[in-house]
């Protein structure tokens, strides 16, 4: 991941000079590059889009086009609907479990909608939510995935991942594939699992080595066990169906999860955009490709120039991990007690006393389709050239609002 900063302020600087902040900005020359390592890195395996780190229906069509990707994720059910209605995918898989009774009624009134959408289950009660909608002899049959929980249990209560599905073991996959395939009206076609602590967990954190190396261990021993117990619940599972997938990991973990024989497709989304949080994996580090620009408007002191805006928080602990990160021009760092704002943010920095009033400061979001929600477009930096596209916001939708 090396990137001439220099370079890059000036095409974005360019591209976009005749727009007023705040700007977001994808770099489609990094977002291509992105993709086309995931590809490789995927070993031949399909790539699922995981649309939460997307957020922007031109872009997710720019990568579906690609040869090494098919289908999105999605995370609501409203989202899958709309993006099978809009052309944009005929395979989607939501990602969480729904009770939009709206949009089950949706899904289960048409039956292009019902054979192209996955639903989430982890439990028989998800079942239930669609029947009290519509009875099963009065629609199409629901298409299911299973959510395997990926996480770690070394021993008695020890717990290493996050907290999804409640089905863990092959034996508690299997009895639940035996209740789902004898309900009517459902058809049981795919299996999910999400090893969010090798994915989601970047495995170099700056400045904290001992926590790295812990993490290092705990992946280690983490990745065989998900590998064997994965290959044991869909063994079990396919007892009592065909499955079309079995659908793994994310962008932290492309290349590993492909590896595992009992994964037929992985997902990744992140990488596109390569946030923050990448920068502390080892394996791979995104080119940065996706960005947003303040304005400098006032300079409170000496190597301070403070932004109007900026407190661009991403989700999850809150912690510094989370905040932006200002990245042009380099050198410019948050003032600790003051961080990003919610209206204002000073920046410190020798650099700063080269910016003035009207001057443009770039920053890097610390996750990926999260810097969508706060932006009705995207430009398209073709070289020195912009191109807007509009967020999901900007097409009106608010999916988790």
């Not at 007023?20 to 890195?41: C, G, H, K, M, Y």
């Not at 720019?62 to 099978?84: C, D, K, S």
């Not at 000073?346 to 999260?370: I, N, Q, S």
Request: glycine letters at 10%; aromatic letters at 6%; hydrophobic letters at 40%.
């Amino acid at each position: 991941m090396i990137v001439d900063r220099t370079t890059l302020q000036r095409r974005l600087d360019t591209a976009t000079g005749h727009l007023e902040t705040p700007i977001a900005a994808v770099d489609l020359a990094a977002f291509d590059s992105n993709a086309t390592q995931l590809e490789a890195r995927a070993g031949g395996k399909p790539i699922r889009v995981a649309s939460k780190s997307v957020r922007c229906r031109e872009l997710i069509e720019r990568v579906l086009a690609r040869p090494g990707w098919h289908g999105v994720m999605a995370y609501t059910l409203p989202e899958a609907i709309w993006l099978v209605r809009e052309g944009v995918t005929d395979d989607v898989l939501v990602a969480y479990p729904t009770v939009n009774r709206a949009a089950i009624a949706e899904l289960t009134s048409d039956e292009k909608l019902a054979g192209a959408i996955s639903l989430m289950v982890d439990s028989a009660a998800h079942l239930d939510v669609v029947d009290r909608v519509t009875s099963p002899g009065n629609r199409p049959d629901v298409r299911l995935c299973m959510d395997l929980d990926s996480s770690w249990k070394p021993a008695g209560p020890l717990h290493v991942g996050v907290r999804r599905s409640p089905v863990h073991s092959a034996a508690q996959a299997s009895a639940l594939a035996r209740r789902l395939v004898a309900r009517p009206g459902f058809k049981l076609v795919g299996m999910m699992s999400y090893e969010a602590q090798i994915a989601g967990v970047g495995d170099d954190p700056p400045r904290q080595a001992l926590r790295g190396r812990a993490i290092r261990l705990m992946q280690a021993y983490s990745y065989p066990e998900i590998v064997r117990r994965r290959g044991e619940a869909v063994a079990a599972v396919s007892q009592y169906t065909e499955l079309e997938y079995v659908n793994g990991g994310g962008t932290g973990s492309v290349a590993a999860t492909s590896a595992d024989p009992a994964v037929t497709e992985v997902t990744a989304g992140s990488g596109l955009y390569g946030p923050t949080l990448f920068d502390a994996y080892r394996s791979w580090q995104p080119t940065p490709a996706a960005f947003f620009a303040l304005s400098v408007v006032r300079r409170p002191a000496p190597r301070i120039a403070t932004v109007l805006g900026g407190g661009w928080i991403a989700s999850g602990p809150a912690e510094q991990s989370r905040q932006p990160q200002p990245y042009l021009p380099a050198g410019l760092k948050f003032k600790p007690d003051e961080g990003a704002g919610e209206v204002q943010t000073p920046l410190l920095g020798p650099v700063a006393d080269t910016l003035r009033p009207g001057d443009r400061v770039w920053f890097r979001h610390a996750k990926a389709g999260e810097l969508c929600e706060h932006v009705n477009e995207l430009q398209l930096i073709d070289g020195e050239t912009a191109t807007p596209a509009p967020t999901y916001r900007g097409e009106g939708h608010a999916f988790l609002g």
